[in-house]
């Protein structure tokens, strides 16, 4: 069984920043590609970012390339998402997932309960 916990999440200001983490344990936490994905209230899981097993490769939705940034410390079995120059718009309920290899939600197995991210204007 692998069980993933966020914390980081919270309430922020337009242009400010926040660093979401994700702790997995359970399994080999290297083996596992990781993404974060964020859930709007009344809207679908929508991807936010894509990181293989060693970190070597990352891929960003349209919307967080150049703000957002994701990575792994597999030492600590622990994922991480900095997101900066927060937007209203990223308000949601952010979710970190395991055992998928795409962009599409339904690939990944394993979830976290996920964090809060509130940015006001």
Known sequence: QVQLVESGGGLVQAGGSLRLSCVVSGRTFSGYDM??????PGE??????????????TYYA??????F?????????TL???MNSLKPEDTAVYY??????????????????????????
């Open 96 to 121: 970190c997932a395991a055992g998928g290899r795409t962009t599409s939600a339904s690939a990944y197995r394993y979830w976290g309960q996920g964090t809060q991210v509130t940015v006001s204007s």
């Open 62 to 67: 349209e919307a967080m390339k150049g703000r």
């Open 69 to 77: 940034t994701i990575s792994r410390d597999n030492t600590k079995t």
């Open 44 to 57: 679908g899981r929508e991807f936010v970012a894509y990181i293989n097993w060693s970190g070597g490769i």
């Open 80 to 82: 991480y998402l900095q």
């Open 35 to 40: 993404g974060w994905f964020r859930q709007a």
